[in-house]
């Protein structure tokens, strides 16, 4: 391989790496920023409005959940493609997610006998950069239109 040639490919590299790190860090602040709006909910619910745990717990996680989708389609990903297959795509890997989690949680608390704040943090840490894998490479990524190869 020539020099010219070795260069542009670890310019290349560069961007793709470039353009990962950025993804990451919107899709961790999305996540920090997730965390903080679904306490606000519950608590407002629980607190002002004297909701159950039950419908608080709910309704914290629903609106987080469509501000995750919303945010992470438009700012985290930057997904043009149409909304209705990311949608489908979104609550499929939501649903598979949520169940391997709790099988986790529940594998790591009974057979490995981790205690459950540590298994809590475990299958969060984990599940984490899963979730960010299929959002990048699944509910958001080929196939939607966009082309990340060609930024430089």
Known sequence: MNGAASNGSRRLLGADARRLRSTFW????????????????????RELGGQ???????????????LNFVM?????????????PEMLRYGLVQLGMRLAEYLSFLLLVYSAGLSYP????????????????LYRGYVFGPGDGRDDTAKP
């Open 26 to 45: 919107r899709y961790s602040v999305l996540g920090a920023v997730s965390v903080a709006i679904n306490v606000v909910v519950v608590s407002a619910l």
């Open 72 to 84: 992470a389609r438009r700012h985290v990903f930057m997904s043009s493609a149409a909304i209705a």
């Open 118 to 133: 540590l298994a809590i943090v475990v299958v969060a840490g984990v599940f984490f950069l899963v979730k960010f894998g």
């Open 52 to 66: 159950s745990a039950a419908v608080a717990g709910a309704a914290g996680y629903a609106a987080v959940l469509v």
